[in-house]
């Protein structure tokens, strides 16, 4: 059941004090895409990105300025995408994430954010290989 406070889920607090996934990789390397999403003026901004070899997404990272809901969305996106395909990780969908996170209604557009960040990774991701692919023809 979502959280009617203020207060922050068990699980968004288990999530903001382990963030395996926070951090950042080259975006330069063809390998990895990056979304973004938000804006750090308006107080929330999601960053992931995405390390992919042969469709499959090897690690995801992510940098969040915001809430504990941001950080927590984000952490569990990069989580769930690790290990899936592109088009597995884009099913990933900002109601799975708030409801995993026990995440009140004030705080649903963190989950939004993260979804928003991931597919655009994924976009990224998919059009950095087609035009990988089309310079190696």
């Known amino acids: 059941m979502p959280a009617i406070s203020g207060e922050p889920s068990k699980r968004v607090l288990e999530h903001c004090a382990s963030t ?24 929330d901004l999601v960053r992931i990105q995405l390390h992919v070899e042969g469709g499959e997404i090897q690690a995801a990272r992510f940098k969040a300025f915001g809430c504990s809901g941001s950080i927590a969305s984000a952490n569990l996106a990069c ?8 088009s597995e990780a884009e099913r990933i969908g900002q109601a799975d994430l708030a409801s995993a996170l026990d995440l009140p209604l004030s705080k649903k557009h963190c989950s939004v954010l993260a979804q928003e960040a991931l597919r655009q990774a994924i976009r990224d991701s998919r059009d950095k290989a087609a035009s990988s692919s089309k310079e190696q023809r």
Do not use: C, N
């Open 20 to 43: 395996r996934h926070a951090g950042g990789l080259d975006p330069r390397d063809p390998a990895v895409g990056t979304g973004m999403a938000g804006s750090a003026a308006q107080g």
């Open 79 to 86: 989580e769930w995408a690790e290990g899936k395909t592109l």
